[in-house]
C-alpha cells in the first residue's frame, strides 16, 4: 500500500462504499430499477433509461492513452473540480486538518476546503519574481495538519508557469508529508511536458488535467484526476456514484479522438499567436499598465484604471474577468484569447477608451 494513505480521513479509509448496481453489459439489466424502454427519441448510445457504467472502461483507457499513463493511475469526474473537492473530502478532517495554496491563484480550492471545514494556509507567490513559486515557504508553513498542497501551472489567473524543478522539490520534500496536487489545466498552452511522467518517482504526486480548456469541452464536465493507483482507489470509494453522464461520456470520447486532438493542436496554435498579437496591441495603451507573459490562453494585464478598461470592454460586448479582490491583483484583469475578430474588437475598445487610435 502506498502509505500515503495513512493521511487520508481514517472514516475514508474505513468506508463501506455504496455497492452500485453490477455493470454486466453480456446481461439484460432487471437490477437496478430503470425503465425497460428508452424515453421516444432518445438517441443516446446506451441509452438515457440506463445508469452509466460507473467510471466506463473505454472513457479511463482513452483519457489514459491522451494523458500518457496507465489506466490505474485515472479517475474521472465532472471536471477536474470534482477531483479537488474528492481530495479535499477524503484527506481533510472538518476542523482539523488544511489546505495549502499559492495566492493568487484559481479559488476552487479555497471553497472546496471551506466546504469541507477544512483550514486554508497560503503562501503567496512572489510578484516580484514573475509570480515564481516560494518553495522554502512552503516548506516552511507545512505542519502536521496540512494534507494537500495545491500548485498550478500555469498559474490561474497569472498564466506563468511554475518551476519545474521548485515543484519537484516540494514533491520530494513533503514526499510522506503531503500530496502535492499539480493542476495542470492549461498545460496544453504551455508547451510542455506534464508532471505525469513523474508519478512513479512521486507516490504524493495528484494531477490534474481537464477536457474544459484545451479540448473545448467545457460544458461536457469532464476532467482526470491522476496519481498513484491506491489513492485513485481511494477516492473511486469517494465519488458519487454513476457520477459521468451518459452524453459526457459520449461526448469525450467523440470529441478526444485522432481528428479532434488534431484540431485542438491547430486551435492552440493560432490562440498562441493571438496572445501574442493581443499583448503587443494592449501593451502600448495609456489605460494599462504592464502585460504579463502567458504560457496559457489568457492573459493578466495591470491597468491604470481597470474600471475604464472594464467599461471599455462592456461597450465592445464583450466581458473579461476582474481578479482584483485576489492577493497582490489590485490593479490587474484577466482576459482570454478569443476569435481574433475579438480581440481586435477589445483592442479597438480599449484603445478609444485610452483616448487613442489603434
Ligand atoms: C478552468 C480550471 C479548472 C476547472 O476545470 P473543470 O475541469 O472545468 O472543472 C481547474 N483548474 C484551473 C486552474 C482552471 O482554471
Redesign the pocket.
Given at each position: 500500500m502506498n502509505p500515503i494513505l495513512k493521511l487520508a480521513r481514517p472514516d475514508i479509509l474505513s468506508l463501506q462504499p455504496y455497492q452500485h448496481a453490477a455493470w454486466e453489459p453480456t446481461l439484460e439489466r432487471m437490477h437496478a430499477n430503470e425503465m425497460p424502454w428508452r424515453a421516444d427519441g432518445d438517441r443516446s448510445g446506451a441509452g438515457l433509461n440506463r445508469y452509466p457504467e460507473p467510471q466506463p472502461d473505454a472513457l479511463i483507457e482513452h483519457l489514459a492513452k491522451l494523458y500518457g499513463v496507465a489506466a490505474k493511475n485515472v479517475i474521472a469526474g465532472r471536471?477536474?473540480?470534482?477531483g479537488i473537492d474528492l481530495l479535499v473530502r477524503a484527506f481533510c478532517r472538518a476542523g482539523v486538518d488544511d489546505v495549502l495554496i499559492c495566492p493568487p491563484t484559481?479559488g476552487?480550492y479555497k471553497v472546496s476546503a471551506r466546504i469541507q471545514g477544512a483550514g486554508v494556509i497560503e503562501v503567496p507567490l512572489i510578484k516580484e519574481r514573475g509570480f515564481a513559486l516560494d518553495t522554502e515557504s512552503v516548506l516552511a508553513a507545512w505542519r502536521e495538519t496540512v494534507k494537500l498542497v495545491f500548485v498550478?501551472t500555469p498559474n490561474?489567473p497569472t498564466g506563468n508557469l511554475l518551476d519545474r524543478a521548485s515543484v519537484e522539490r516540494l514533491c520530494k520534500e513533503l514526499s510522506d508529508k503531503a500530496l502535492v496536487v499539480v493542476?495542470e489545466?492549461?498545460i496544453e498552452f504551455a508547451g510542455v511536458p506534464s508532471m505525469a511522467a513523474q508519478l512513479e518517482r512521486f507516490p504524493n504526486l495528484v494531477i490534474?488535467r481537464?477536457?474544459?480548456?484545451a479540448y473545448a469541452l467545457?460544458g461536457a464536465?469532464?476532467?482526470a484526476l491522476i496519481a498513484h493507483e491506491d489513492i485513485v482507489s481511494l477516492l473511486a470509494r469517494v465519488i458519487t456514484p454513476y457520477a459521468l453522464p451518459t452524453h459526457t461520456i459520449d461526448a469525450v470520447l467523440e470529441f478526444t479522438n485522432d481528428a479532434h486532438v488534431a484540431e485542438s493542436k491547430q486551435r492552440i496554435d493560432l490562440i498562441l499567436c493571438e496572445r501574442a498579437r493581443l499583448i503587443e496591441r494592449l501593451a502600448p495603451l495609456p489605460l494599462i499598465k504592464k502585460v504579463w507573459s502567458s504560457d496559457a490562453n489568457f492573459i493578466l494585464v495591470d491597468c491604470n484604471d481597470a474600471d475604464a478598461v472594464l467599461r471599455a470592454a462592456l461597450a465592445a460586448g464583450l466581458i473579461i474577468r476582474d481578479p482584483r479582490s485576489q492577493l497582490g491583483l489590485g490593479d490587474s484583469l484577466r482576459i482570454s484569447i478569443g476569435t481574433p475578430e475579438q480581440n481586435d474588437r477589445l483592442v479597438r475598445g480599449v484603445a478609444r477608451a485610452s483616448g487613442v487610435a489603434a
Open positions: 471536471g477536474s473540480d470534482e484559481f476552487m498550478c490561474n493542476d489545466a492549461y490534474l481537464t477536457l474544459s480548456k467545457a464536465r469532464c476532467g
